[in-house]
């Protein structure tokens, strides 16, 4: 069972909304990692693609045992475990690098078409956010 959870855009605490942030207060953080992949500006929020050469920069937390609260997050993610490919972000295991470690944990990946959608390059949502204000 993946017991950890990578987070980049709107489930960081400090990014939450209020309809998750009950849900995001209950996961326990373990540090800043990165994971292979893009991230994009879609606006209002972040999106991910796994893979590639580049990195996304995040933070790392443990989920608790209660299956509720990554449960409460894929509603949030419009993530139907029984339709992947009619979900708007796709909840897939990656390899999270930290200081002296990897681990393996879920990410929440964008599931349309993201030609059109513009590139954070440096793979920071909340320093590429601070730079937008």
């Not at 920069?57 to 209660?66: I, T």
């Not at 997050?73 to 002296?100: C, H, N, Q, T």
């Amino acid at each position: 069972m993946i017991r950890f959870l990578f987070v980049y855009g709107t489930l960081r605490p400090e990014f939450a909304p209020a309809e998750i942030i009950g849900a995001v207060r209950k996961l326990k953080f373990v540090g800043e990692g990165t994971i292979a992949g893009a991230l994009y500006d879609l606006g209002p929020y972040p999106a991910a693609r796994l893979g590639g050469s580049g990195k996304i920069r995040g933070r790392v937390y443990e989920l608790p045992a209660d299956e509720s609260v990554l449960r409460r997050l894929d509603e949030y993610e419009a993530f139907d475990p029984k339709d992947p490919a009619g979900s708007l972000y796709v909840r897939r295991a990656a390899a999270i690098d930290l200081p002296g470690k990897t681990l393996t944990g879920w990410v929440y990946e964008y599931n349309p078409d993201l030609t059109d959608a513009r590139r954070i390059l440096d793979g920071d949502y909340p320093a590429y956010r601070n730079k937008q204000r």
